[in-house]
């Protein structure tokens, strides 16, 4: 059938093998070659060599790999656009008060209390080197592996291979694939141990190997940075991550806040950082009538409305932006922050999440993209709602006449359409 419709005469065999990667393709859907994976793996030779990567140990590693489709974040070619993004993080494709569920914060906060006691001598030195609260540390523990009881289901150097291959961040994971392969040589962990998320990250605190070489320590003197074994280790990497990047001793991540009537959701964000006595003056107050620290009231702070004008409010600190480059999205950090105040015997929340669906991924990419067209939105067409796109929703709103709520609503969608369609 093959050689019929090329017009080519092939021999037995090879048309054998042209016909089962048409049977294949019709029956997978569009499938990328197995020669063009190891043609860029052959590729990535140059690269780990000038890394120090020896051919023995790319040889090794990267044998009988082959790429994992099924993992989130991938750009496969012919897939349906509304598919293609309908897989991402957790983080933004439940609403707000999915992931901040209350019951699992709860579990979380009641664990980490009890490690707080097995682990208090060596969590109180952490915090002593490091300025960081050890209920933060903590946090994250309990955020990225449920304190060490998630199991880590994926080969790493698959998923790192997979991302650097068919990922939409190809260069970023390019690089921790590399790193990786460099961490397997020198014999920090073994391969089978080298277990990690969809994203290829490692260990108890979840650290791509980037990190590693970066932020890791050897907290407990053994010689080892073990991140995989070691929890006093792991706790202090977490620690000296969050040094590295800018954590101010001694200063909240944040609070919830109640807003005055009629408050402008389009000052939400980092852009809209000010004192925090002028958010005070513009009649923003704690919640359950708590009162701002006088002594830190020159300290600059943002708002962050995750569900618009709708849900609970938050005025946060520079140390949130920190817990934010651990992993970048606001509900991450708002959990992170959360978790720590509620290890603390602290940090319910005031009011209710009221929104119980978003829209599709592939809704908000089309959103962002009409917003994109008319000039209110200029950050990276993701799908992924965050401060930038609901300024944008909101500012879109003013100039149209309509309810300000900065929420990607279906309303707001149906209107864009609309005003599209009438070439406005």
């Not at 792991?234 to 969050?242: C, K, R």
């Not at 991450?332 to 005031?350: C, H, P, Q, T």
Request: charged share 25%.
């Amino acid at each position: 059938m093959v050689a019929r419709l090329c017009g080519i005469k092939l021999s037995a065999g090879v048309q054998f093998v042209a016909a089962l990667a048409v049977f294949v393709s019709i029956s997978s859907g569009p499938l990328l070659a197995l020669e063009s994976f190891a043609a860029w793996r052959a590729g990535l030779w140059p690269d780990a060599q000038a890394m120090g990567i020896t051919r023995a140990t790319f040889d090794r590693e990267l044998k009988g790999v082959t790429p994992n489709r099924s993992l989130p974040d991938l750009l496969l070619p012919g897939a349906d656009k509304k598919k293609r993004h309908d897989k991402g993080q957790a983080e933004f494709i439940k609403t707000p008060g999915q992931y901040l569920k209350g019951s699992q914060l709860k579990f979380l906060a009641a664990r980490g209390r009890k490690l707080d006691v097995k682990w208090r001598k060596e969590l109180v030195a952490i915090e002593r080197e490091y300025g960081v609260p050890r209920s933060m540390i903590l946090a994250i523990f309990g955020r990225e592996t449920a304190y060490g009881s998630y199991q880590l289901r994926r080969d790493a150097i698959r998923a790192l291979a997979t991302q650097a291959y068919l990922g939409r961040r190809a260069d970023f994971f390019r690089n921790e694939l590399l790193l990786a392969l460099k961490i397997l040589q020198e014999g920090h962990v073994s391969r089978r141990k080298m277990r990690s998320s969809w994203a290829g990250a490692l260990g108890l605190t979840q650290f791509m190997p980037s990190d590693f070489y970066k932020h890791a320590v050897d907290f407990d003197g053994d010689g080892r940075r073990d991140l995989w074994n070691s929890v006093p280790d792991a706790l202090a990497s977490a620690a000296q991550q969050f040094v590295n990047n800018g954590w101010q001793r001694g200063r909240r991540w944040g609070d919830e806040v109640r807003l005055p009537k009629n408050f402008d959701c389009t000052l939400e964000g980092p852009n809209h950082m000010r004192p925090i006595k002028e958010w005070h003056a513009l009649g923003l107050r704690l919640s359950f009538g708590k009162k701002f620290d006088p002594a830190g009231t020159d300290d600059p702070a943002y708002v962050l409305l995750p569900e618009g004008i709708y849900g609970p409010a938050f005025l946060l600190s520079h140390n949130f932006l920190v817990i934010k480059k651990y992993n970048f999205a606001d509900l991450y950090a708002l959990f992170v922050g959360n978790l720590a105040d509620r290890i603390e015997g602290k940090g319910k929340i005031e009011r209710s999440w009221v929104k119980n669906r978003l829209l599709r991924t592939w809704q908000i990419v089309e959103m962002q993209e009409r917003l994109a067209a008319l000039g209110l939105y200029g950050d990276k067409i993701d799908g992924k709602v965050g401060t930038i796109t609901r300024n944008a929703i909101g500012n879109y709103q003013k100039s149209n006449g309509l309810r300000i709520d900065c929420w990607p609503g279906n309303a707001v969608l149906k209107h864009m359409r609309k005003q599209a369609a009438k070439g406005q």
